[in-house]
């Protein structure tokens, strides 16, 4: 994919993350915040870290690459042998597939790295050609521990793309009486196969038999070629290891050519042929000199064995990635959303079953047991009305069937008793007499024939415990002020002196007020009002302790008291 793509990738799971956090995670907002600005994080610091390592691992340089889209066989070729046809650019694309050259100081785990960070749809037609001539080493034992050393690489390769990634072992040696190529391969299912430069492929058999003796020498090498590389490179791949995976070989070429460039007199291919050969001419087989190069051309004829790539374009991957996240955020919302959902479901029905707990006789924990269902009435009739939140939606909303059992809840509630009407403060009870009815102009002293105004007036007023009775004299405002006042508090002792006497009370119980003219009722102004005015007041008071009667404790008394007030 492209840098572009990419950034829309990682934009989309931006988008997608802010979405699920903030609208369907079962948490308060200020951690679905703080989720949504870790996954963010994680996003950028993955994206950057992909984007280094890809830099971090450039090994080589891929300007010549095919197309993203390009499907056909590409052959990684490591080993011996560097080609003047790749001197300006390690890759080759021919008709039928692509030749990478990795060199011998490149890592090749890493430049796969580098080129499936470029083609990521490449990893299912990638190769490896392991190449050997066994006229470039001096020591077998060197060869080996170079050859287990790419073994271990393309085993840590097959487990990082996740391909079988095929391995072809390639034998190749110079001979100065070779004056072009000569193939053999071994595929599987197809037995031998020579292959001649410029001819095409023949059966073993018909090569012989049209060759001739200079065919017959030849094969003679090649088998011999055949077995050393069997012995020294084809088990180094194939032996038991503990500790790296076996890696069978799909094709084992040999090639025979011209002499080659950069050979050792002295090899371990020399010694083997001396030891296990009786012809006479092994020397003339060796490369007698360094200064021949000859362009030695890749086996294309096993280009159509190899895998072709059916990726997708790097557009559809793109496109596949992004629904692979949007997969990933909708599980993530159906999961939020189904969690919700219990939560909803738990709580509702916890409040329900707590309403139903409670004694309908404990009114104050049942009343705010059913204002709790009332809330939850009015929230899920809201959500009924104005449609379901996102959190809880998704096709898995169940506050619906919770409708009913919340209401009829809430109809089984039969409200507390109104409490009693307070009653009324005892108001004391004033009986008013016109002074004139009682006493003679500017006297105190009551009239002959007073008695019985008295008696019928004062019924209502009896001495109670924890009551007061007060007489409380009045007189208009003619005359010296000083003299009313003195006047009304003489006759309201006189109506006192009265009560006291007739009724057996006790003194303790009244209390005797003079006010002359400071508490008119009516106007002075007229001779009605003036009347009016002129008057003594009796009244009852609630006081503790007072009116005391004999035989009777401060304390009996007042309670006597309060039980009277209350009566009143």
């Known amino acids: 994919m492209s840098a572009a793509q990419q950034r829309g990738l990682a934009l989309w799971a931006a988008l997608l993350s802010a979405v699920v956090c903030v609208g369907f995670l079962p948490v308060t907002r200020l951690v679905s915040v703080l989720i949504l600005l870790t996954v963010l994080g994680l996003i950028l610091a993955f994206w950057t870290f992909t984007r280094r390592r890809a830099e971090h691992d450039v090994t080589l340089r891929l300007d010549d690459l095919p197309e993203a889209t390009y499907r056909q066989p590409v052959v990684l070729v490591c080993g011996d042998l560097p080609l003047a046809c790749m001197q300006q650019s390690p890759v080759l694309t021919v008709t039928q597939g692509c030749w990478i050259r990795v060199e011998d100081h490149q890592n090749l785990e890493q430049a796969v790295r580098q080129i499936l960070w470029l083609r990521p749809d490449w990893g299912r037609q990638l190769s490896v050609m392991v190449s050997v001539c066994p006229q470039k080493h001096a020591d077998s034992e060197r060869l080996t521990s170079r050859l287990l050393a790419l073994r271990w690489q393309i085993s840590q390769l097959r487990k990082e793309t996740g391909h079988s990634v095929p391995l072809i072992l390639n034998g190749q040696v110079g001979s100065a009486m070779m004056n072009d190529l000569l193939?053999?391969?071994?595929?599987?299912?197809?037995?031998?196969?020579?292959?001649?430069?410029?001819?095409?492929?023949?059966?073993?058999?018909?090569?012989?038999?049209?060759?001739?003796?200079?065919?017959l020498q030849q094969q003679v090498l090649m088998n011999s070629l055949m077995s050393w590389f069997h012995q020294h490179v084809e088990a180094v791949f194939m032996d038991e290891n503990p500790d790296i995976p076996v890696i069978a070989p799909g094709e084992v070429l040999c090639r025979m050519g011209p002499i080659l460039a950069g050979s050792l007199a002295t090899s371990a291919w020399t010694a083997w042929l001396s030891r296990h050969t009786a012809m006479q001419q092994v020397a003339g087989w060796q490369p007698v000199g360094?200064?021949?190069?000859?362009?030695?051309?890749?086996?294309?004829?096993?280009?159509?064995?190899?895998?072709?790539?059916?990726?997708?374009?790097?557009?559809?991957?793109?496109?596949?990635?992004?629904?692979?996240?949007?997969?990933?955020?909708?599980?993530a919302a159906l999961l939020s959303s189904g969690w919700n959902n219990h939560q909803l479901l738990q709580r509702v029905s916890f409040d329900i079953a707590r309403y139903d707990r409670i004694p309908m006789q404990d009114f104050g924990p049942k009343a705010d047991a059913v204002a709790v269902l009332r809330d939850d009435a009015a929230e899920l009739d809201g959500w009924a009305r104005n449609g379901v939140p996102a959190r809880i939606s998704l096709g898995l909303y169940q506050g619906e069937r919770l409708r009913m059992p919340v209401l009829d809840a809430i109809r089984s509630y039969v409200p507390p008793p109104p409490p009693p009407e307070p009653q009324p403060k005892p108001v004391p009870k004033i009986v008013r007499l016109d002074s004139m009815s009682l006493f003679d102009s500017?006297?105190?002293?009551?009239?002959?024939?007073?008695?019985?105004?008295?008696?019928?007036?004062?019924?209502?007023?009896?001495?109670?415990?924890?009551?007061?009775?007060?007489?409380?004299?009045?007189?208009?405002?003619?005359?010296?002020?000083?003299?009313?006042?003195?006047?009304?508090?003489?006759?309201?002792?006189a109506v006192r002196d009265w009560m006291r006497d007739t009724g057996d009370v006790p003194e303790s119980c009244f209390a005797v007020q003079g006010y002359g003219a400071s508490r008119p009722i009516a106007t002075n102004d007229t001779p009605e009002g003036r009347a009016l005015n002129r008057r003594v007041e009796i009244s009852l008071v609630p006081q503790a302790n007072a009116c005391q009667i004999p035989g009777h404790t401060q304390a009996s008394s007042q309670d006597d008291g309060a039980s009277q007030h209350n009566g009143e």
């Open 290 to 331: 360094t200064d021949s190069t000859v362009i030695s051309p890749f086996p294309d004829f096993i280009l159509p064995l190899l895998p072709e790539g059916r990726g997708m374009t790097p557009r559809g991957r793109a496109f596949r990635c992004a629904l692979g996240i949007f997969t990933l955020a909708a599980i």
């Open 183 to 215: 193939w053999q391969a071994a595929i599987p299912g197809e037995g031998v196969r020579i292959w001649r430069e410029f001819s095409a492929p023949s059966s073993f058999s018909a090569w012989i038999t049209t060759g001739g003796s200079p065919a």
């Open 442 to 493: 500017g006297q105190s002293v009551l009239k002959a024939g007073s008695t019985k105004m008295l008696v019928n007036s004062l019924v209502g007023i009896k001495a109670k415990p924890g009551w007061l009775i007060v007489v409380s004299g009045h007189t208009d405002n003619t005359g010296n002020p000083q003299l009313n006042q003195t006047l009304s508090q003489k006759r309201a002792e």
